[in-house]
C-alpha cells in the first residue's frame, strides 16, 4: 500500500497530508448526529494512516469539534497540525458585524480556541470568513501578536473573495487560504489560485465532496436527519433544481468511476490535482469514510483523458459557488 504523500503549507513551515480531516460533522449541529466515539476513532485510524492535517472550527458544535480534537491531542499534540477558525461567534447578523471590535477582543477570543482544544499553540489560526465589519485589520494585527508570542505558529483566511484575500495578504505574510474548490465548483481556478502559487499562499480545500453530491450516495429523492442543514436543498425549490442539475453531472461522472476508484475519491484527487493546492479537508463521521478519502491520497494521479473528461463536463474556472463566502 502506498503511503499518504505530503506538500508545505505555503510559507507556514508545515507539511501536511494532502487529505486533511474535517471536523465541521463532529461539532454534531449541523451535520446530522454524530457519534464522539465514532468521531475519536477515525481521528485515532487517520493519525495511524499518516493524517496529520486537522480542520475545526471555535463554532462546531459550540465549541464541542474543538474539545474532541483536544481529547485526541492529549499526550500526543506534536502528531497534530491543528488549523482553527474564530469569527462567527456572537456574530450580529442584522447588522453584518463581527463581536471582534478590538485586537483585545480577537486575542481573547484565540485564548478561548486554545483552551478547548487544550493546546498552548496552534498551527494554523482563520479568520471564519472575510469579516469587514468592524475591520480586517482587528484580525491581522491580532493573529501577528499571537504569532509572536507563540500561540499561532501561521495564519489565514476561509474566503473566495478574490479583493478581500489581496488585502488580507498585502503584507505578504498570510500562510493559508481555505476554499471551496471542487469539480463542480471551479471557480478558484480563475485568479484565485494562481495568485495564492505566485504569493506562496497554501491553499487547504473545502467543499471538495460537494457536501456529500460528489460521492454519488445521492438521489433526487435523498432525505436529511433532523439537525442537517442539507435537509434545505429541499425545503427551498430553487435549491432543489440546483441540487437535481448537480445530481446530473455526477450521474455523468459516472464514466470515471474504477473498481479500485469510487467517486467520492475521484472527486479528492481531481482537486489534488491542483498545483496551488496544498490539502483537501473532506469532512468525516466515522472510521469507514476516513478509510475511503485517505485511500484516494494512495491512487496515482488521474490521467489527462480523465481530465479532458472532467474539463469538458465542467469547464476549467467554471461552476458555480456552493457558499456566498
Ligand atoms: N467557511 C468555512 O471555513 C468552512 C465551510 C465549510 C466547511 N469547512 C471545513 O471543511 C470540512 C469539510 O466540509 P465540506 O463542506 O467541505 O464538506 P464535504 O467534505 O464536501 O462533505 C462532507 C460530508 O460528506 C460525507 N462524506 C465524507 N466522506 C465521504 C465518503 N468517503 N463517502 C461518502 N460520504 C462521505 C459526510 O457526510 P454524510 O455522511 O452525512 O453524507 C461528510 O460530512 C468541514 O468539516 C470543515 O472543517 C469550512
Redesign the pocket.
Known sequence: MTTLRYRMLGKSGLQVSEI???????GGDA??ATDDQQVLAAIEYALDQGINFY???DV?GAGH?EELLGQAMRGRREKFIV?T?IGWQNFDGERGRSAYTSVEKLIAGVESNLRRLATDYIDVI?S??DFRDPTMEIFLEGFQRLQQAGKVRAYGV??SDFEYLKAFNADGRCAGL?I?Y?ILNRTAEQEILPYCQQNNIGV???????????????TPETR??KG?F?QRWHDHPDEYQVFLKDLETVERLRQLERPER?L??L??QFVLQHPAVTT???????I??????IR?GQLPPLSADEMRFIDNLVLPGKGRK??P?
Open positions: 486533511g480531516f474535517g471536523l465541521w460533522a463532529a451535520w446530522g480542520d475545526t472550527a462546531y469539534s488549523a477558525k482563520q471564519h470568513i476561509s474566503t481555505q471551496d471542487s487547504i480545500v473545502r467543499g471538495a465532496l460537494a457536501m456529500g453530491i460528489l460521492t454519488g450516495k445521492f436529511f436527519a442537517d442539507r469510487n467520492a475519491q472527486a479528492l483537501v479537508i473532506p469532512g468525516i463521521k466515522d469507514s469514510q476516513a478509510q475511503k478519502n484516494a456552493i457558499w463566502a
